[in-house]
């Protein structure tokens, strides 16, 4: 049973998300060529590995964007005010640490909102929040950030924080509804604060997917775990190689799945078989690299303006606060 302290806010209960995941593997797997929904990495499992995978030699984007926030953190809660931060797909919430003390130590903060898909993730980070800053109101959501911003508490100076180049794991039309949605639940003044990875070296783009301890492939086939235990399938994990590709024209990185053998997967919650020829690669999510004015148009276009934009020194990854027009 979880404490009236943090509170919390369960948007996506374990019914709907079943239903959620049964459609969306329905969808993505009947489809040529087939694809998943990168929500579906993020249970228990999924959220651990990521949170060791971001701390990997050549995952560069995790350290770059600590690097931005330590440096401008002081800058942000100065030009906000903030009273109440919010985090979209907030998983452990690490780096959200360094606004929060800034927060405090200006003087405004008085509200964490931590959204996040996984209940469990959100438990963890709202339960270590609260004993290391027990001044701070915490409220966590449980809720997928592309259906569910209605959940937002309203209050003054609120900052949402969108970190770790996330949105570049949508494609451009789920970008600008996703932009624009959260525009319409902010009042004019509230500000977001957007983590984006920028186009760089095409070879250290795909290194940053490619640790050599293998947690990257562990954290892409983990999807697979999740349907075998969600939905009754019988993935072969070991049968899937984990594949990274940078894709030149969309400007993104893609994270695949390549069969090794032909396959057959019986999905038995929803009555489905499917078959996979050897080679045959299904996408588990893609990464887009940014453009500072390509970001900005869309930041404009849904409704907000660009007020700092912060790269760090290798002009690999840059965090830009904006403001709800």
Request: glycine share 8%; net charge negative; aromatic share 8%.
């Amino acid at each position: 049973m979880l404490s009236d302290r943090p509170t919390f806010d369960v948007r996506l209960g374990t019914e709907e998300k079943a239903r959620a995941l049964r459609a969306d593997a329905v969808a993505g797997l009947t489809e040529h060529p087939k694809w998943l929904r990168p929500t579906w990495f993020y249970d228990a499992h999924g959220s651990m590995l990521f949170d060791e995978l971001s701390h990997a030699p050549g995952y560069y984007l995790a350290r770059a964007e600590s690097t931005v926030l330590a440096e401008h953190a002081a800058d942000v809660v100065a030009d906000t005010d903030v009273r109440t931060l919010i985090e979209l797909g907030s998983g452990a919430s690490t780096k959200t640490r360094l606004i929060i003390e800034a927060g405090h130590e200006h003087g405004t903060l008085r509200r964490f909102v931590g959204f996040d898909v996984s209940e469990s993730a959100l438990a963890s980070a709202a339960a270590t929040l609260s004993a290391r800053y027990p001044w701070l109101d915490i409220h966590a959501v449980v809720g997928d950030f592309t259906r569910h911003l209605d959940a937002l508490p309203a209050d003054e100076n609120r900052l949402v924080l969108f970190l770790g180049g996330t949105i570049g794991n949508l494609l451009p039309p789920d970008r600008a509804q996703l932009l624009c949605g959260l525009r319409a639940v902010l009042a004019p003044g509230d500000a977001l604060l957007l983590g984006v990875g920028l186009v760089t070296d095409p070879e250290a783009m795909v290194r940053a997917y490619q640790d050599p301890d293998g947690r990257t492939a562990e954290f892409n086939r983990n999807v697979l775990r999740v349907l075998n235990r969600a939905l009754g399938a019988d993935f072969p994990i070991e049968a899937f190689e984990h594949v990274v590709r940078w894709d030149a024209e969309h400007e993104w990185v893609q994270l695949l799945l390549r069969a090794t053998r032909p396959i057959e997967v019986t999905l038995a919650a929803v009555d489905l078989t499917i078959s996979f020829t050897a080679g045959e690669l299904l996408c588990t999510a893609v990464s887009t690299r940014f453009h500072r004015a390509g970001i900005s148009a869309e930041l404009a276009a849904a409704g907000f303006t660009v007020e700092h934009w912060w790269p760090d020194g290798t002009e690999r990854f840059a965090v830009t606060l904006a403001r709800a027009r």
